[in-house]
């Protein structure tokens, strides 16, 4: 298991009440873990959001956090419930009201990656699933919380942005119908997570760089933006979803001759994302 389940890049000065997270980009695999996979290293690496991280990290010279997973999803999925386990994966665990989530093997201890291909050969226990939101789960989101609540006290308002990335084939369902497929989904649990005001600018600043953007299909956001989205309270909550095809080769998972460029051009709409929450009359003086 990774020494920290992730890790809080901090700029010098927050100056921005946007905070950026990527849940899933984390690629420190247990050595236990991958001996216990029945998946080669490729194909436990499938339901990463590789390089997600990388490609956000510029959120620092704009003053503003982010905080990255080390923990891989395929270990413990950091955008479910604590209470998400799968009663075909974990021992002991009752089966429950229907959730789609776990009915398709991807609770908060996952049993398959991309494609529903398995994990493991059987079950596991209950300890050992608990261990993992106990040792994992738990820290990130205290850590995710405590950087909410200190952009708040600073600012009057924190903006989440969860930077996902999904794979290429997952919109082919918009491309057979005729549309154009989207380069980014935006996720707002159609409404639910952000003020309307906070969802338009974000989308403005992936559109100006020339990026084809839609809302809510098939990403409305997971259990982050369900958890965190607070419009009421000035907490708003938005998932971001970027085709990997862009940036990476998904097969060899790895970044493609697109990447500096992609890289580039995201440091432009990071510029433009913090720029939502900029309050220019704060004081220039550390927390």
Known sequence: MASRPYRLFAPQLQTTSVVFASPHSGRDYPRDFLRASVLDGFQVRSSED???DDLFMAALDFGAPLIAASVPRAFVDLNRSADELDPALVEGVRRATHNPRISSGLGVIPRVVSNGRAIYRGKIP?????????????PYHDALQAQLDRTQRRFGEAILIDCHSMPHEAVDCIARIGAKRPDVVIGDRFGASAEA???DRIEAAFAAAGLHVIRN???????????YGRPSRQQHAVQVEIDRAIYMDERRVQPNANFGAFQRLLRSVICDLSEIGRKKDLPLAAE
């Open 126 to 138: 209950m300890a050992e699933a608990q261990r993992r939101i106990d040792a994992c789960w738990r």
């Open 50 to 52: 590789a390089f997600v």
């Open 197 to 199: 005001a906070v969802v």
């Open 217 to 227: 299909a098939p990403f409305a956001g997971a259990y982050v933006t369900q958890h």
